[in-house]
């Protein structure tokens, strides 16, 4: 299997974090996600933006990337009251 370039290794890895964020917040039910495809469609944006405002973020990548995917996951998806 050849190697991800990475750019495109990053960027899943981001997918990933977001998604597991998503995945949490939904099970403490913080978030209400009626479309499973709009939701991936959201975190593989906000991968993407994550990754464009944040370029070699280093040591700082795990609390970075959590804060911001639950900010942008309760803004779009938060359950009124929650």
Known sequence: ?????????FL???LFDITTAATYLMHQQ????????ELFQT??????????ENPGIGADYMTAIE?????KLLERY???GA
């Open 1 to 9: 299997m050849r190697p991800l370039p990475a750019k495109t290794s």
């Open 12 to 14: 899943c890895e981001s």
């Open 30 to 37: 913080q978030i209400e996600v009626e479309d499973s495809r």
């Open 43 to 52: 975190c593989l944006e906000l991968a993407r933006r994550f990754e464009a």
């Open 67 to 71: 804060e911001y995917a639950i900010e």
């Open 78 to 80: 938060g359950r009124t």
